[in-house]
């Protein structure tokens, strides 16, 4: 059931996707809630697997590349449309691809991605709930107000500019975020490769 609701995502996206190009007015506002949902589905297919006991290593694969596929659809299509800055999603796919490819090894040698951290600075900002919460938030926030401002760009509405800066304010301070849990993976795990690497090098 989880799985079924993570893959599920991918048919919700592309509607998303769909709306955003090819939708009116009336479309694009349907579209902020179609979103909502696409993006509260990934908190529910954690809810489901962990209520139902269907936590699982596929689980938890399918539901991380899951948010890095929506994520990274979504910031690409902001830029497209001229609602940020295309330094964004360039920012966010290169942290992304560093994180993930320091991780991917640790993980091969049995290394959990969160127990890379060793500092506490390190595990506060990558591990902590209250930094994985904020940086979800921000980017849900973040997310529902550029479809909003779409939304209000295609019927001229008045209160356009100030929904438009204040989504392209916490755009940012989600780029912030993801930049402050991503580089403690980069410096701790720099030296913990290099460890490996010398231990591969005297075998």
């Excluded at 609701?5 to 048919?11: A, H, K, S």
């Excluded at 890095?68 to 992304?96: D, F, K, M, Q, T």
């Excluded at 392209?168 to 030296?191: H, M």
């Amino acid at each position: 059931m989880a799985n079924a609701i993570t893959m599920l995502r991918y048919p919700v996206l592309v509607a998303v996707i769909l709306l955003f190009y090819l939708g009116d007015t009336t479309a694009l506002y349907v579209n902020v809630v179609v979103l909502f949902v696409l993006l509260l589905m990934d908190t529910l297919d954690g809810m489901v697997a962990r209520r139902r006991g269907e936590t699982s290593l596929l689980g938890s694969t399918l539901d991380i590349a899951t948010d890095r596929a929506v994520e990274i659809v979504l910031w690409v299509i902001y830029a497209h449309l001229g609602l940020i800055s295309v330094a964004i999603p360039i920012i966010v796919v290169v942290r992304g691809n560093l994180v993930d490819a320091f991780r991917s090894v640790m993980v091969e040698r049995g290394v959990k991605p969160f127990d890379m951290m060793r500092s506490r600075w390190g595990r506060f900002l990558v591990a902590t709930p209250i930094m994985r919460t904020g940086y979800a938030v921000a980017k849900i926030t973040a997310f529902l107000l550029l479809a909003l401002t779409l939304a209000l760009q295609s019927g001229s509405a008045a209160a356009t500019d100030l929904v438009w800066t204040l989504a392209g304010i916490i755009s940012w301070v989600a780029v912030v975020i993801c930049l402050a849990r991503g580089i403690p993976v980069l410096i701790e795990g720099w030296p913990l490769l290099q460890r490996l690497d010398s231990k591969e090098k005297v075998k």
